[in-house]
C-alpha cells in the first residue's frame, strides 16, 4: 500500500446525519433507502407549508450531547459545533484514539462548511439572542470546539465553499500532512439547518414538497438537510497497525466554474474531472464507484449526469441525497465517510429512486445495495454555488 | 489595502471608500452585496494586468459576509415571498470569493478561511501551497473584515477590549523563486507571561543586500488581520537580496502562527 512517504490513509470515520448518531446508522439507512424527511413549518411570510427537510433526530442530539458533554447556551443553538464534535469524536474512536492522545497533539483540525453557525447567528439577528450568550458564532469556533474535543493544539480553521466545503477542507488537511506539517488531521464538514439557506433556496424556487430524487426523469427538488461527516487522516509513517486504515486518500482536487452565481457549469465540472484524475495518477476507466454530488436539481444532474454517461461508462454511479438529503457543506463528509465504508464493505449503497425512472444512459445503483469484490478506486464528488467544485479520490488499501 | 469606517448609520456607505470606487465596481448588485464583498471587487478590479485562465483566490476572513446574511434575514421577514431571489447568491459564507472569481474569470482553485487571528498566517499558507503546486501561475490573496453589527456583536463576546477595524488587504501573488518561506504553527507555554496580546507583529529579520534603511517593526493590536498582512507585504518589498521578514500572528486561545519569507541572495 505504500507510495512513499506522503501517502495519506484514513483511519477513523464519523457521522450525525438525519439517520441518526453514528456512521452505521447512516451506512444502514443508506443500504436501506430508508428516507426520514418531515415537512417544515414556514419562517417567514409568504412561504407555503410542506416543504421537506432533514432534521437530526432529537435522540441523536442527546446521544451526541452525551458523548460531547456540550452544553449549549440556551436552546439548541450552536448545533454545528454539537454535530462536528459528535462526529469527530466518533472518528477518533474509530481510528483508536482517545482525545488528548499524544498523536493528536499537532493534529491539523479543518471543518468545511457553507453555513457555519448559522442558528446562533440567525437568532441574534432575529433578536432572539443576545450575542453575548450566542455562545458564539463565528464560523471559527466550530474547528476550535473540535479541536478543543480532540486535544488539538495544531493549525485550526474553517474552510466555506459552499455545497463543496468539506471535499476542500479534505484538500487542505492532504496538502498540510504531505508537506509535513502534522502526522495526523481530523477533517471534516458540518451544516446546521438554517433558516436563511431555506430562505435562499425558497427564492429559487428549490425546494418543495416532494424527495430529491436524483437522477431521475420527473427530479424536481433539493431537500435541504443537516448534519456532519468527519475522517481522521494519518500519514503512513504515523500508523501503529492497530486498526488497519479504510483507504487511501489519492486526491482532493478544487476549482471554480467563474461561470454563474448558482448555475454549475460544464466545462468547469468537467474541468474538475479531469484535475482530480490526474492527481490521483488515474484514468477515467480506473473509477469503480461515483458518489454523485447529485442534488436532484435539474441544473446538477443533468451536467453531471451527462460527464458520467460520457466519460465513465463502467462506474457505479450512485447519489445519497435521495435518502439523507443534502448535507451542505457537509455533504461531501458523508459523501466521503459513505466512499470509505463502501470500500471497506465492498459495497455499494443504491440511490433512492427506480430503475425506470433513471433519466440518463447511466449505471446507477438502484434497488438494492450493489457488491463489487473487485471494488478498488472510488470518487466523491461536491459541488455548490459560486461555482464551487472538489473532488475527492480514494483507494482501496487491499 | 482598503480601510474603511463602518460604523455609520444604516444605508449610508461607509467612510474611506476611495473615490474610483464606483467607477470600478459600479453599482450593478448593489442592493444585495454586503461591504465586504465589494471591497474585494475593488482591490482585485483595480489591480490591471494581464489576466490569466486558472487564477487562484484565496480569502482570509472571520466574518465574511455576515452583513448581507443578516440582511437577507431581515429582507425575508419585511418583505416576505416578494423578496427577490437575488438576495441568495449574495448572502453565502463565501459570496465574496465567488463574486471574485466571476470578475475575474479566475477558474484555480478557490476559498474562503476562517482560523480566527491566525488567519494571515493560515491564508498564506493556502496560497503559497495553490502556487507551489502549479495548477496556477498566478494568485490573488486577500485578508480581512467588514464588521456588522452582528460581527461586532461576535467579536466583542470574545474580547471587548480588542479593537476592530474594518478593512481589506489585496496582493497579487505570482510564482517563482524570488522569495522563499517558512512556516510555524504552535501554541504558547501556558506559563508564559504572554507579553505579545491577540493580534499580530511583523518585523525584518535582515533587510538584505543594498538595502540602507529597514522598516521599523510593527504591530497591530486588534481582530483584523488586513492591517499586519498590509506591514508585512510592505516590508517585503522594501528587502534586498538575502533580507527576509516575519509576520507572526496571535490568537486569543494562545495559538501563534508565523511566516518568514526571505528574499533570494543574487
Not at chain 1, 477518533?92 to 446562533?120: E, I, K, M, W, Y
Not at chain 2, 444585495?32 to 485562465?53: G, I, M
Not at chain 2, 480588542?162 to 524570488?178: E, I
Not at chain 2, 518585523?203 to 529597514?214: D, L, P, Y
Request: hydrophobic letters at 40%; aromatic letters at 6%; proline letters at 5%.
Amino acid at each position: 500500500m505504500s507510495r512513499g512517504p506522503e501517502s495519506v490513509f484514513v483511519t477513523g470515520l464519523g457521522a450525525i446525519s438525519p439517520a441518526g448518531a453514528g456512521k452505521e446508522r447512516l451506512w444502514d439507512d443508506l443500504c436501506t433507502t430508508t428516507a426520514r424527511f418531515e415537512e417544515l413549518k414556514p419562517i417567514y411570510p409568504g412561504m407555503k407549508p410542506g416543504i421537506l427537510s432533514g432534521r437530526v433526530p432529537e435522540s441523536a442530539r442527546v446521544r451526541a450531547q452525551e458523548l460531547t458533554g456540550h452544553r449549549p447556551s440556551y436552546g439548541t443553538a450552536r448545533s454545528a459545533s454539537l454535530f462536528a464534535e459528535y462526529a469527530a469524536l466518533e472518528a477518533l474512536g474509530d481510528a483508536g484514539f482517545t482525545p488528548g492522545h499524544p498523536a493528536l497533539r499537532n493534529a491539523v483540525v479543518c471543518v468545511g462548511s457553507s453555513d457555519g453557525q448559522a442558528d446562533a447567528l440567525e437568532d441574534v439577528v432575529a433578536g432572539r439572542c443576545d450575542p453575548a450568550d450566542s455562545g458564539g458564532y463565528s464560523s471559527y469556533s466550530i474547528s476550535d470546539d473540535v479541536a478543543r474535543a480532540v486535544g488539538s493544539v495544531g493549525p485550526t480553521f474553517t474552510v466555506h465553499n459552499t455545497c463543496a466545503s468539506a471535499n476542500v477542507a479534505l484538500s487542505c488537511a492532504l496538502e498540510m500532512l504531505q508537506a509535513g506539517v502534522a502526522d495526523t488531521a481530523v477533517v471534516g464538514g458540518v451544516d446546521p439547518y438554517s433558516e436563511k439557506n431555506l430562505i435562499g433556496f425558497n427564492t429559487l424556487q428549490a425546494i418543495g414538497p416532494h424527495a430529491c430524487r436524483p437522477f431521475a426523469k420527473d427530479r424536481r427538488y433539493v431537500t435541504p438537510s443537516e448534519g456532519a461527516g468527519f475522517l481522521v487522516l494519518q500519514t503512513e509513517r504515523s500508523l501503529t497497525g492497530a486498526r488497519s486504515p479504510y483507504a487511501e486518500l489519492l486526491a482532493s482536487a478544487v476549482n471554480n466554474d467563474a461561470s454563474h452565481p448558482t448555475a454549475p457549469d460544464p466545462e468547469g465540472v468537467a474541468s474538475c474531472h479531469r484535475m482530480a484524475l490526474a492527481q490521483a495518477g488515474l484514468e477515467e476507466s480506473d473509477i469503480d464507484v461515483i458518489f454523485a454530488h447529485g442534488t436532484g436539481s435539474r441544473a446538477n444532474d443533468s451536467i453531471e449526469g451527462a460527464i458520467f454517461q460520457e466519460r465513465y461508462p463502467q462506474a457505479a454511479i450512485t447519489a445519497i441525497k435521495g435518502t439523507v438529503g443534502h448535507l451542505m457543506g457537509a455533504a461531501g463528509a458523508v459523501g466521503a465517510v459513505a466512499s470509505c465504508m463502501a470500500l471497506e464493505r465492498r459495497l455499494v449503497p443504491p440511490t433512492n429512486i427506480g430503475h425506470e425512472d433513471v433519466e440518463l444512459d447511466i449505471n446507477l445503483v438502484t434497488g438494492a445495495p450493489r457488491s463489487l469484490p473487485g471494488l478498488r478506486h472510488v470518487q466523491n464528488n461536491a459541488f455548490g454555488f459560486g461555482g464551487n467544485n472538489a473532488i475527492s479520490i480514494f483507494r482501496s488499501i487491499t | 489595502m482598503c480601510a474603511v469606517d463602518q460604523e455609520q448609520p444604516p444605508g449610508e456607505p461607509p467612510t474611506g471608500v476611495p473615490e474610483d470606487f464606483h467607477l470600478v465596481v459600479g453599482t450593478a448588485g448593489d442592493q444585495f452585496r454586503d461591504w465586504f464583498t465589494r471591497l474585494c471587487l475593488y482591490l482585485v478590479l483595480q489591480d490591471e494586468y494581464e489576466r490569466e485562465s486558472g487564477e487562484t483566490v484565496i480569502i482570509g476572513t472571520e466574518y465574511g459576509n455576515f452583513g448581507a446574511m443578516a440582511g437577507l434575514q431581515r429582507t425575508a421577514a419585511a418583505k416576505g415571498r416578494l423578496m427577490s431571489a437575488q438576495y441568495f447568491p449574495n448572502a453565502l459564507t463565501s459570496s465574496a470569493s465567488a463574486f471574485v472569481n466571476l470578475a475575474i474569470g479566475a477558474t484555480g482553485r478557490n476559498m474562503t478561511l476562517n482560523a480566527a487571528q491566525l488567519t494571515p498566517v493560515v491564508t498564506l499558507w493556502q496560497m503559497l501551497v495553490a502556487l507551489g503546486k502549479g495548477s496556477s501561475s498566478t494568485g490573488h490573496l486577500l485578508i480581512g473584515d467588514v464588521y456588522s453589527p452582528e460581527a461586532l456583536g461576535d467579536a466583542r463576546r470574545e474580547d471587548a477590549g480588542l479593537p476592530c477595524a474594518s478593512g481589506v488587504t489585496h496582493a497579487r501573488l505570482s510564482t517563482g523563486d524570488d522569495y522563499s518561506a517558512s512556516f510555524d504553527f504552535w501554541q504558547e507555554d501556558t506559563s508564559s507571561t504572554g507579553s505579545f496580546p491577540a493580534g499580530g507583529r511583523a518585523w525584518v529579520v535582515a533587510r538584505g543586500e543594498g538595502v540602507v534603511e529597514t522598516a521599523e517593526p510593527k504591530e497591530h493590536l486588534g481582530r483584523n488581520g488586513a492591517f499586519i498582512t498590509a506591514e508585512f507585504l510592505r516590508m517585503l518589498q522594501g528587502l534586498g537580496p538575502g533580507g527576509s521578514a516575519v509576520v507572526e500572528c496571535r490568537a486569543t486561545s494562545g495559538k501563534r502562527a508565523s511566516v518568514t519569507v526571505t528574499k533570494r541572495s543574487s
